[in-house]
Structure formats: C-alpha cells, structure tokens
C-alpha cells in the first residue's frame, strides 16, 4: 500500500512541474504585457508621459518583463521553492501570496464543501434508482441527472439566481452578508457563511453528482445481476443485506474513481461560477488577472488550483486501492 502511495506522489512531481510551464508560457501567449497595456491605459487617461519609449522601458525593467521567458520562469520557479515568494502582483503592487491567501482559503472550503455534498446526494440515489429500478423514483432520477450531466454549472447558476430573484424576491450571491464582510471571525460571521455558500455549492455539486448517479446505477445494477446475488437471495439473505454486503461494495470503484473527474470539475465551474454569483474565491481573481496580462498571479493561481486538482486524483486512487487491493500491484 505504502508503496503504490509512494509511485502516484512520485508521478505528481512531473506533472506538476509540467503544469506550471505550461501555465506560465500559456498565460504569456496573447500579444503585448501587462506594462503596455497599463501605459495604454495611462495613455487613454490623458497622460502624456504614458507615449515615453523610456518609460516603457523603464517600467519593463522594473518588472523583469525585458529578460527571457525561461529566465522569468526559472525566477518565479527558485522563488516559490527557496522563499515561498509567488513573486509581485503587478496590478495590485503587493506580493501575490497577499493576494491570493483569503481567495484560496475560501476557495478550499468551497471544493470541500462541493465534493462532500456531490457524494451525499449521488450515494443515495444512485443506490435507490438502481434497486427501483424503472420505478417513478428513478425516472425522476433519470431525467434529473441527464439534465445535469448536459447543461453547465453557470446556467444553472443564471436560472437559480433569476427565479428568486423574480418569484422569492431574494437576491443570491457572495458568501456573506453585508455586515459580515469585513467583521473579524466568530461563530456568527461562520453560521452567516453556512446560511450563504449552500446554494452556490450545491449549484457546482450538483453537475458532479448527476454523472456519479449514472456510474453508480450502471454498476449497482451490473453487479445485481451476478450469479452470486441470485444465490444469495435463494439463501434467503435480506435484500438490503444482499445488496449492501457485496454488490455495492464492488460497485464502488467506479463510483470512488469518479472523484478524479468530480474534482477538476469542480475548480473549472469554480472561474465562472464566482463571477456570476460574486463570491470570493480564486477564479474572478483569475479572470482579473488573466485579462490584466499579471502573469506571476495568473499563474501561481493556476498552479494552486491544479496541485489541488492533483492531490484530488491521489485521494481518489488511494481511497479505490484501499478498497480493492488489486489495483495496489498492477
């Protein structure tokens, strides 16, 4: 066990390293920098200064834009590792570990919260529509989950919020209530951020555990039919025990795996979906970045978020080997 923990660990350093190049040179990709589009700005405010090739120069030389692209990596890389330094912020001129630290704090118990709520609602459907199955239970099921497979995270979130907003007279959003927002914490500020995140978790959980229901229903049913569950009733074994002591069990490797494919979907629903419905996590301080050309944010937001994702996969594979030993020596 410890040594099939200790391979996948090892098969994260690669793919980590990978991600981060890639993420540095992607966010790189698009004409132009953060310093000529901040002088274009200057320039359309009516500074004149702003036209000066000296400072141009001179702002990219501050900001290490005049060196190579491998250079500013191997730099931002050696900082991480040596200091923790994800490097300067350049819209915000502060350190970008200032900047992301609240947004990524909210933004983990966001995931957490969205990958317990999408295993509590798949884990009992799935199991009720493959035992009723063809019953009106599952039907509802059925339809319910294709619809969430089919339609993205960010309708959902438009619908939602337009339907209170026209029939509650309730307007949803943020994780906070206006008083809260820059209150210290407390166990009323905690309770006020139970009574807000709900809806935007279960809107992101909800795509997640429609997929983990078909997977779960398929296998549970697959498994019902084995030779071993007829023989099994012909015993005279309850259901709920023929079912639970063997068909679900195996059924779950599938449904456990899923969480490789529930997590990642979870942080991409996470850009948009913080956006429409304004709440603080690290996806609208990863559109702002982006669209600002702030590279050492973008990208130390983009690497957090994928050794997230990362760690997510490595949970899902320990968790399916602790279940079937198997998969340990393959």
């Given amino acids: 066990m410890l040594q099939y923990i200790f391979r996948r660990i090892l098969w994260m350093i690669p793919t980590i390293i990978l991600t981060s190049v890639v993420a540095f040179y992607v966010i790189q990709l698009p004409p132009g920098s ?28 501050m900001y290490g834009l005049d060196q190579p692209a491998y250079i500013q990596y191997f730099k931002w890389v050696w900082g991480i590792l040596t200091r923790g330094d994800f490097g300067m912020a350049f819209e915000y ?62 309708l959902v979130a438009l619908l939602v919020m337009y339907f209170s907003m026209k029939y509650l007279r309730v307007t949803l959003g943020g994780f906070f209530s206006p008083e809260m927002e820059m209150a210290p914490w407390s166990p009323e500020k905690v309770w006020d951020m139970a009574q807000h995140i709900w809806v935007p978790v279960l809107i992101t959980a909800y795509g997640g555990a429609a997929g983990l229901i078909r997977i779960l229903r398929a296998n549970l049913l697959d498994e019902m039919r084995r030779p071993y569950v007829v023989t099994a009733r012909a015993k005279g074994l309850p259901e709920w025990k023929v079912i639970i002591k063997y068909p679900l069990r195996l059924a779950l490797n599938p449904f456990v795996s899923g969480l490789a494919f529930v997590v990642p979907n979870i942080v991409g629903t996470t850009v948009i979906l913080s956006i429409i419905m304004n709440i603080p996590i690290a996806g609208a301080t990863l559109f702002r970045s982006l669209t600002s050309q702030d590279m050492y944010l973008a990208g130390s937001v983009v690497l957090i978020l994928s050794v997230v994702t990362i760690v997510g996969v490595l949970l899902s594979d320990i968790l399916l080997s602790w279940l079937d030993p198997r998969i340990r020596y393959q």
């Fill in 34 to 61: 953060y310093v000529e589009s901040y002088m274009a700005n200057l320039a359309a405010a009516g500074d004149t200064s702003a036209n000066s090739a000296e400072q141009l120069e001179h702002m990219r030389q």
């Fill in 93 to 154: 001129q502060q350190p970008v570990a200032l900047i992301i630290g609240k947004p990524l704090f909210y933004t983990m118990i966001y995931i957490l919260a969205a990958v317990v709520v999408t295993w509590l609602i798949a884990f009992p459907i799935g199991i009720y529509s493959a035992v009723r199955q063809y019953s009106s239970g599952d039907y509802i099921a059925t339809f319910v989950a294709f619809i969430g497979i089919s339609v993205p995270g960010f």
